[in-house]
Each structure stands twice: as structure tokens, then as C-alpha cells.
């Protein structure tokens, strides 16, 4: 009896030395507690009848496994690859001329770097089976990085897996929410997966027009002003490719370095088809322009075009390549490059420092078709004069865009059937950020001789006479 006093003293301490808001909160908890033994455990006690289960269960139409695929839809119409891809190869049993695949320099077809990849399989087996931070890295990781460094002429490189990891795990490791980024609205696709990882606020300037570049830049200015507390936090980049694979153009760099100084924004600038093509000795679009590698605050390239193997790399100041380390999902998650093709990738860089004459060749070459190609009938060529890559769109450009690529997948295959490879470029319409006008991608190869291209413009000139 002495105790119940007791304990309603204690009671009343407490309700004098607690907040009220604590209280409310609770009471609030423990009536939730009650509602769910209670009211929930009776609903979950309510049970059908035999009848009703039986009539629930007629009823139900469990959803396909597969969704239901047009018949017609182009990955179902896939082509046969039947040899090794080089200069020329084997399309549906057709030995073609090859327009289609992104080798350049033609060091696909070189005996020597071929030669080291076999010899690395020997020493290190085939793949590296782990992480980079774990137990994946090898000395030819770390020599091709020191290499890659000293060829761009930066402080340090990191090297990935697979180049279209390195482009979408790059920019999100710098760019967060509450950031605010500048691209061209053409940029490919890694890129666009790259913005949507880094959840910043996005602004998409016409496809190289400097002019509606400074105008986002502008109205940003006028944001920052009303609201200064946001934006001494908000961090800014403009995000660029050397060459467009959508468009074959040349960014205007000068100017966007010129724009990134003014409006203090942080530039990264994929170089994956402008590394190994652009420059005297292959160094890409700050050589081609002659602009301060200080200037451009990271560069970023896949290795599966001039340099004829697999991954990517990033290369830029110390602080910048140690924070990917960390940071760059595509690095820290996936399995290092298998040794085999860091290799590949180390001789190949071997031949761009003996053979720098390689460059001007293929920028010859790139000339060459761009002046043969741009007088077929019904086709407009586009892309710059020293692109590797260019696009062939319909002359007469047709209303319904799905009936202006069948009509290029028609060409392609006719021109397959011919002798020639070429194919219509292709696209995840449903996921890409803006309308890209299909295309057959032409793609330049070093190899190429006068009689290759004139062969190869007489043939797609003869098929697109016969199919628009």
C-alpha cells in the first residue's frame, strides 16, 4: 500500500519534467500500438469463404514473364558477324568493306599488340577477378595509368572496366543534388545516365550554339542573385564531348573555356572519339584547338575506339583522379580490366608515341571521305571535315520517323549485300533526353585507300538510286 503513493509521486515528477510535445508524442505512439494488436489483428483475422476464394483465383490473369514484342521491332533483326572485325569483315557471309565499327587507327588488325595481349593471358590468366581497391589490380594497371598521365600530360589517370562506366560513374562522383550542370542536349548516352546519376538540376543548351549556352549561363547569374545563401552552395559544370557521336561535330572548346572562366563553372569533356584522332600526336581536342590543359578540369575517354581495346580512363589533377578512387562507382564496384586488354592498350599507346604520323593519315582520310561523301545524290552528310565519324540522313527528310529508318535499315542491308558494311544508327528512343534523327553512321578507318572510299560511295550511291 505504501507503494502505490510512491508511485504516483514518481508519476507526477515525471509529468512535470517532461516537455509537452513529449508526451503528446507518446501517447500518440502508444495508442498506435493498441490500433495495430488490435483493429489490424482483427482485420488480418477476416477470412473468405471457399466460394469467394475459388471465384478470386478464376479470375486472376497472372501477368506475362516477357511483355509481348513487336515482331518488327530492329533488335530482332540482327546481323552475323563471321570473322575477325578489321578493315574488312564478314557481315551474313558478305565479305564487306567495314564503315561500321570504331577502329580508327586500324590497330585492331596490328600483329604486335595482338602478340603482348597473348603473352599477358600467359603471365596473368584471363581476367583479374576482383575490384580494383580489393584484389584486382595488377602492375599493368598501374603502368597504364602512369603511362596514360604522362601521355595526356596530367598529373595522374585512373582506368576503368568499361569506357561507358567511366563516362556515367565520373560525373555523378562530383556533381550531387542541389548542383546545377550545363550540357549539349546532343551528348550520347553514357553522359545523359551519367547527369540523371548525379541527380543535379540539368540544363540542355542547343546542340553547339555558344549563344543559347550563355543564355542558361545568364539566367543561372540571375538566380544566384536573388537567392545568394543558394548559391554560395551550388556548385556548376559544363559538360561537353570532343567529338559528338551523335552529330559527328567538333565542340567549340575555345569558347567554352572562354564561357567556363567568365561564369566559373568546372569543365569535363568526354574525349572518347576526339582521343587518338585529333592533334598532330593523337592527344585530342586541347591539342587540335591548342588550349591549356589547365583549363579543362577533367577529361574523360573510352578506349574502345582509337585505341582498339576495352575500358576507359580519366585523367586530371591529383585531388581530382584520388576522389574517383573513392567516389566513381564504375571503378570501386566492377571487376578490373582483365590484364589482356590493359595491355592491348599499353602497346597501343606504344605505337601512338613511335608512329605519330598515324594521325595526320587518318585526318587525311576523314578529308578524303568527307569530299567524296558529301556528293551522294540523296543523302546529306554530316559531321566535321576531321571527324572519324559522320552521318548520312535522308536528303528529303519524311514525316514519320520510324518510315525514315526502315528506310536506312533497307540501305544497310542492301549495301551489305554489296560489299560494303555500313549501318543506321540506333537509339533507346524511350530513354533518350531529346529527339535524335536517325542516321547511317559512317565510320572512317586509317586503312582506307581512294579506291576503298570511291567503291564504297559508288555502292551506297547505286543502293539509296534504288530504295528512296
Not at 67 to 76: G, K, R
Not at 126 to 140: E, I, K, L, Q, W
Not at 281 to 287: I, Q, S, V
Amino acid at each position: 500500500m505504501v507503494a502505490i503513493p510512491y508511485l504516483f509521486n514518481e508519476i507526477e515528477l515525471i509529468f512535470q519534467n517532461t516537455p509537452l510535445f513529449v508526451i503528446v508524442l507518446e501517447a500518440f505512439l502508444l495508442l498506435s500500438v493498441i490500433w495495430l494488436l488490435l483493429v489490424k489483428r482483427n482485420g488480418r483475422d477476416k477470412r473468405y469463404s471457399k466460394e469467394k476464394e475459388e471465384e478470386i483465383i478464376s479470375k486472376y490473369q497472372p501477368e506475362p514473364l516477357v511483355a509481348e514484342t513487336d515482331p518488327s521491332h530492329p533488335l530482332l533483326k540482327t546481323r552475323l558477324v563471321q570473322s575477325k572485325v578489321g578493315k574488312r569483315v564478314v557481315v551474313d557471309g558478305h565479305d564487306c568493306l567495314n564503315l561500321a565499327t570504331h577502329n580508327y587507327l586500324g590497330l585492331l588488325e596490328d600483329e604486335k599488340i595482338l602478340d603482348d595481349a597473348c603473352k599477358a593471358i600467359k603471365k596473368y590468366g584471363v581476367g583479374s577477378c576482383g575490384p580494383r581497391g580489393f584484389y584486382g589490380t595488377m602492375d599493368v594497371h598501374l603502368d597504364l595509368e602512369d603511362r596514360l598521365a604522362k601521355f595526356m600530360g596530367m598529373e595522374e589517370a585512373v582506368v576503368y572496366s568499361y569506357g561507358f562506366s567511366t563516362i556515367a560513374s565520373a560525373i555523378p562522383a562530383y556533381s550531387k543534388r542541389g548542383d546545377v550542370i550545363f550540357a549539349d542536349e546532343k551528348v550520347n548516352f553514357s553522359i545523359q545516365k551519367g547527369l540523371d546519376a548525379s541527380r543535379s538540376t540539368i540544363y540542355y543548351y542547343k546542340h553547339n550554339d555558344m549563344t543559347d549556352l550563355e543564355r542558361l549561363l545568364i539566367e543561372q547569374q540571375r538566380r544566384d542573385v536573388k537567392n545568394p545563401k543558394k548559391a554560395a552552395k551550388t556548385r556548376r559544370f559544363l559538360v561537353a564531348e570532343g567529338i559528338y557521336m551523335n552529330t559527328g561535330e567538333i565542340c567549340p572548346l575555345p569558347t567554352l573555356v572562354a564561357l567556363r572562366a567568365k561564369y566559373k563553372l568546372r569543365l569535363f569533356l568526354d574525349e572518347s572519339i576526339s582521343f587518338g584522332t585529333l592533334g598532330k600526336t593523337g592527344h585530342g581536342l586541347t591539342e587540335h584547338f591548342n588550349v591549356d590543359l589547365i583549363e579543362v578540369d577533367l577529361i574523360m575517354a573510352g578506349m574502345e575506339n582509337s585505341l582498339a581495346t576495352i575500358g576507359g580512363f580519366c585523367v586530371g589533377s591529383h585531388f581530382i583522379v584520388e576522389h574517383q578512387r573513392l567516389s566513381g562507382l564504375g571503378y570501386c564496384f566492377s571487376a578490373s580490366l582483365p590484364p589482356l586488354l590493359t595491355q592491348a592498350a599499353i602497346s597501343a599507346l606504344d605505337r601512338f608515341e613511335s608512329q605519330p604520323k598515324m594521325f595526320t593519315e587518318l585526318q587525311v582520310i576523314s578529308g578524303k571521305v568527307q569530299e567524296v561523301f558529301g556528293k551522294l545524290s540523296k543523302l546529306k552528310l554530316h559531321g566535321s571535315e576531321l571527324s572519324p565519324v559522320k552521318h548520312l540522313y535522308i536528303a528529303e527528310q519524311r514525316e514519320n520517323a520510324d518510315m525514315e529508318r526502315e528506310l536506312l535499315t533497307e540501305i544497310a542491308n542492301k549495301c551489305i549485300t554489296r560489299g560494303v558494311a555500313v549501318i543506321e544508327s540506333r537509339y533507346l528512343e524511350n530513354l533518350e533526353k531529346h529527339t535524335i534523327r536517325h542516321s547511317i553512321r559512317i565510320t572512317v578507318n586509317r586503312l582506307l585507300t581512294d579506291n576503298d572510299i570511291n567503291h564504297a560511295f559508288d555502292v551506297i550511291e547505286s543502293v539509296t538510286n534504288e530504295v528512296l
